[in-house]
């Protein structure tokens, strides 16, 4: 009998149409949609699925009987699997079948890979900082430290280094380029470094080895350009 290939979940946050390399998919947009929101929301009772459908649906102009089938795939069949949402808890119903009276209707959070994911996407805007700050102050891996407090110092001083660094970070994890989104370390950012963030480091190293009077033009020219 042929065994069936094991279906590995992918996240798609950052998956475009191959005909229109700059526009997300649906699918994409459903799961950035889902993370943002949890990213934003406090209260249990928005954090359900049938919460973050309406929610979605709002936001898109439809109804959120339409994408309440996609939003469920997208937290049972990858969000929960690649553990970057996790079951918050219960709320209680009093309507319903009896078993999910009996169990509650979960509720969601995002879990410190969670907390990467939102920090690397462009919508979420000014509360990139904040999330990233969360982030950095959570991460879990102490054998790090070095990288951690870079980062954080670069977050007050380049905050858009680290949004760009991130979201190759996450779409390397995509691309299966890193196995593990958490621990957020020196030997995955090695991974997913590209040309473009090489560039920025050769910049940097270079213009750290400047004097004051070399470095001056170098900012103007920068200021005009950009």
């Not at 936001?59 to 939003?71: D, F, P, V």
């Not at 009093?94 to 009996?102: D, I, N, S, T, V």
Request: a positive charge; charged letters at 30%.
């Amino acid at each position: 009998m042929t065994k069936l290939k094991k279906i590995v979940p992918k996240l798609s946050v950052f998956q475009t149409f191959k005909t229109k390399n700059k526009e997300f998919t649906g699918e994409a947009m459903r799961q950035r949609g889902i993370i943002m929101h949890l990213a934003m929301e406090t209260l249990p009772t928005k954090k359900t699925r049938t919460a973050i459908a309406h929610r979605l649906a709002e936001k898109n102009g439809t109804t959120w009987q339409n994408i309440y089938s996609g939003i469920f795939r997208d937290l049972d069949e990858i969000l929960l699997p690649l553990n970057i949402v996790e079951e918050s808890g219960r709320l209680p119903i009093k309507r319903g079948p009896k078993a999910l009276q009996e169990q509650g209707v979960p509720y969601y959070q995002l879990t410190e890979g969670g907390l990467l994911v939102a920090a690397s996407l462009s919508e979420m805007g000014k509360e990139r900082l904040r999330i990233m700050d969360e982030f950095f102050e959570k991460n879990s891996n102490s054998k790090d430290k070095d990288l951690k407090n870079s980062i954080i110092t670069l977050i007050r001083v380049a905050p858009n280094f680290v949004s760009s660094l991130l979201r190759r970070y996450v779409e390397s994890f995509s691309e299966g380029k890193i196995d593990k989104l958490i621990p957020f370390d020196s030997d995955g950012v090695k991974k997913a470094l590209d040309e473009s963030l090489t560039i920025q480091r050769e910049l940097l190293e270079g213009f750290s080895s400047l004097s004051s009077v070399e470095r001056e033009p170098i900012l103007n020219f920068l200021k005009n350009v950009s």
